[in-house]
């Protein structure tokens, strides 16, 4: 599409969004400030950077589409590429399986992940983290913090402390809050004797972890969140860190929670979650992701549900204390596309969210007509979002339409290919 198609296109659009009190230019402003944190683990089906061998993974990846990355170099260069195709503020999000020198799990410093700490300052990445408490010898039957064995929690309780210090020196770093998350993967496939004995161990595992506070300071630059989850393939009986117990920890410990919207029983909505779990949690993080039947950890694309939690995120003015990132793992596409389809499909569900008259509609709500309210939220979602994105893609040079198909065809081609 040429240029002046494109621009011709947005005035028209502007005008329409005008006529329902929504100025463009200042929702796209606004769509700059929002940060998106990508989840590094998708460009190498979630192996890491140890070169551990044979263990057993947590992390369910099918697929054997060619081209994963093998490095920290070629998972840099990947992400960079999937980056090059989306408009949003972006963050990566680091587990410690990516640690680049050879140091044990539990005696990690900032300084094993210097290399994704000088790459992301130098492109203006922020940077988020996790321990990965998964896919290492050290898990027991599947187990870690709430391990029965105390010599296996007391691996991993030094490693959920060394986690948070790199946290916390990654945000001061980068000079932006960096969410430290704790997801474990402990549970069991047929039904425990005694459900109390694993999660008395996780609360005092944690407690161990979360033993020294933050300070004030501090706080702007870290924040603990943990993630729960309703079951797993292979632990369909119990999840230690189920949903509720977390909400509980978090809620009486001054920390946070994660809320994968994998995680959850398919009819439930994350969306009405939000406005329950935001005033009793010290930090909130998001892991968008799309369960297709169960928590399949498929590609973001765009729906009902991603625009509405954007909305939602819109409408409690969440996004300056929320944070967001992408949680799937997709190895039967190219892995960068399978970054760059959702990393698009959230920012184009971002904007969507951004360019709704909401104004329009609470007051529709506020005055008791609910007809106009249904009746508005139906009408705008049709309105011209895609000029203004084509717009958005435009001023900031980055590839539109099925360009950016071709884009990552040719990246494949080039240097996944040589893999
Ligand atoms: C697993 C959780 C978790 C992982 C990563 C690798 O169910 O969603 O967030 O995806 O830690
Ligand atoms: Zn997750």
Request: with cysteine; glycine share 8%.
């Amino acid at each position: 599409m040429k240029p002046e198609t494109i621009l011709k296109s947005y005035e028209a659009a502007k005008a329409v969004y005008a006529n329902l009190g929504v100025d463009t230019d200042a929702a796209l402003k606004t769509f700059d400030e929002i940060p998106m944190s990508l989840h590094c683990w998708q460009g190498d089906d979630v192996r890491g950077l140890e070169g551990l061998g044979d263990v057993e993974s947590q992390n369910l990846v099918t697929g054997s589409y060619p081209g994963a990355a093998r490095t920290g170099d070629e998972l840099r260069s990947d992400i960079d590429m999937a980056f090059s195709l989306s408009p949003l503020r972006h963050k990566v999000n680091l587990h410690s399986m990516y640690a680049e020198k050879k140091n044990p799990r539990n005696d990690l410093t900032v300084e094993d992940f210097r290399n994704w700490i000088d790459w992301a300052k130098e492109k203006g990445y922020g940077l988020d983290f996790n321990a990965s408490f998964f896919t290492h010898p050290m898990m027991n039957n599947g187990f870690s913090l709430a391990s029965l064995d105390k010599g296996t929690r007391d691996y991993w309780i030094e490693a959920g402390i060394d986690s948070r210090e790199i946290s916390l020196a990654m945000g001061k770093e980068m000079g932006q809050k960096c969410y430290n998350n704790i997801w474990i993967p402990d549970g069991l496939k047929d039904i425990p004797a005694n459900r109390f004995r694993y999660r008395e161990y996780l609360t005092d595992s944690l407690d161990k972890i979360m033993a020294k506070p933050y300070t004030e300071e501090e706080r702007q630059y870290v924040g603990d969140v943990l993630e729960g989850k309703l079951f797993g393939i292979g632990i369909e009986s119990f999840t230690v860190g189920s949903h509720e117990f977390y909400l509980g920890y978090a809620a009486t410990h001054g920390c946070g929670v994660c809320m994968d919207t994998g995680h959850y029983r398919p009819a439930e909505s994350i969306i009405d979650k939000l406005s329950s779990v935001r005033p009793f949690v010290s930090d909130l993080l998001l892991h968008i992701s799309r369960g297709v039947h169960w928590d399949s950890d498929h590609v973001l694309i765009q729906g009902d549900d991603l625009t509405g939690l954007m909305l939602e995120m819109k409408r409690g003015d969440l996004f300056s204390s929320v944070g967001m990132g992408l949680d799937y793992f997709d190895a039967s596409i190219n892995r960068v596309a399978a970054w760059a389809i959702s990393l698009r499909a959230a920012a184009k569900s971002l904007l969507a969210a951004l360019l709704e008259p909401t104004k329009l509609i609470d007051d529709a709500e506020l005055s008791g007509d609910f007809t106009s309210r249904l009746w508005l939220m139906d009408e705008c979602k049709n309105l011209p979002v895609n000029a203004v994105w084509d717009y958005l893609l435009l001023t900031k040079n980055i590839p539109i339409g099925t360009a950016a198909i071709d884009a990552v065809k040719d990246y494949e081609h080039r240097v996944q290919a040589m893999r």
